[in-house]
């Protein structure tokens, strides 16, 4: 065993699963595939291309062109893969707006891709829940157990957190759930209705226009860089006592949406001063997570907020600014 509790070698029968990651033309998905294919696995992977790009699909990966709604999904399945289920609707505004939608989506096919994995026996299922299930929390840090969910979005992914328990309870099947506080890198999702703040804040001020901020800028978000999820992502393939258990992945420390807005104006040397409007309904004033469970298995965020917003600017100097819509 390493110092720090995990094992020093993968175990060699788990390093010849097949990875295959739902929503994998997505933000996260397709830093995950681009992150195992380098780490030697076999990797597939489903998307609908709702809001995903064919062209951010990792050269490499086995591409099926799904919706996670479909009853066939088992067959694309095989006995031993390990699933990363990450496909959603996941717009916060855009599930207010149509509730049907989301609970299709992300309960129905959510329980759809825990069926098939059932009937495919794959090896072990892991999925994404949000830190939104703590949208009416008063408790910070927050741990795995302070479930407030308001938003239809948060009461989905709880939806499926309940389906996930059955499962586990009736099928025996190994899953593990993980809980995402705001995730950021390259790749993320620009084009919704309210972009993620870093990437709008970004591509506004590389391109010359005025970045917006919704209320007054004092809201407080735990951001958590896209690779340091992954260090965890590749430990829930490896280490079995993140079976049956849930992780929050944040990094333990919170900045105001002022806060960043700052620190991108001074890497990007501008003076333009961001345009207020009214705050938008339903969002919680702070988060900040309580990652000890998953320090607890040897776990740490790696990337500071200064490293992660100067990487990220130097990937849009890199591969372009892309155009917002709104
Ligand atoms: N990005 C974050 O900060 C964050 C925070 C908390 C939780 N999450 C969760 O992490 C997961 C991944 O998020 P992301 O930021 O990569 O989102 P994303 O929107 O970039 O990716 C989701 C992918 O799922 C696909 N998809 C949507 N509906 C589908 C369907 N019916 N069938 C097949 N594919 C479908 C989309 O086309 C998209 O490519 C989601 O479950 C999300 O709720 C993300």
Redesign the pocket.
């Known amino acids: 065993m390493s110092p720090a509790g995990w094992p020093a070698e993968p175990n060699p029968s788990v390093m010849k699963s097949r990875i295959v990651i ?9 830093n995950l595939a681009e992150r195992l294919l380098a780490e030697g696995y076999e990797v597939a992977g ?8 064919r062209g951010q699909i990792p050269a490499g990966v086995k591409f099926f062109e ?4 479909d009853r066939q999904l088992w067959e694309v399945l095989q006995p031993d893969d390990v699933v990363f ?7 916060i505004s855009d599930c207010q707006d149509d509730p049907v939608e989301t609970a299709a ?2 309960v129905t ?1 959510t329980v759809n891709v825990f069926e098939a994995s059932r009937r495919a026996g794959v090896a072990k299922v892991v ?6 299930l703590y949208e009416g929390t008063a408790v910070i840090p927050t741990p795995e157990s302070e479930l407030h969910p308001q938003s239809f ?1 948060a009461v989905s ?1 709880l939806a499926g957190m309940a389906f996930a328990e059955a499962f586990r309870r009736y099928h025996k099947m190994r899953m593990t759930a993980l ?6 890198g390259p ?3 620009y084009r919704r209705a309210i972009p ?1 703040v870093m990437s709008a804040f970004i591509i506004r001020l590389m391109s010359g226009g005025q970045p917006v901020i919704y209320g007054t800028g004092e809201k407080r978000r735990d951001f958590i860089h896209v690779d340091d999820l992954n260090d965890f992502h590749l430990r829930c393939i490896t280490d079995s006592r993140t079976d049956g258990r849930v992780f929050n992945l944040g990094s333990g420390v919170n900045y105001s949406v002022k806060d960043i807005y700052q620190q991108v104006a001074k890497l990007l040397g501008s003076e333009t001063p961001p345009a207020y409007r009214p705050d938008l309904p339903g969002e919680a004033a702070e988060t900040l997570a309580d990652i000890s469970a998953a320090r607890a298995l040897g776990w740490r965020p790696k990337i500071t907020l200064e490293q992660g917003l100067a990487s990220f600017v130097g990937y849009y100097r890199a591969n372009g600014v892309p155009r917002l819509e709104n």
Do not use: M, W
């Open positions: 739902t929503g994998v033309a997505g933000f996260i998905g397709s489903l998307d609908n291309l709702a809001y995903g790009l799904l919706d996670i709604r289920h990450l496909a959603a609707k996941n717009c989506i992300n096919g999925y994404a829940e949000s830190s939104a979005y992914k809980r995402y506080f705001c995730v950021y790749k993320q999702d993620p």
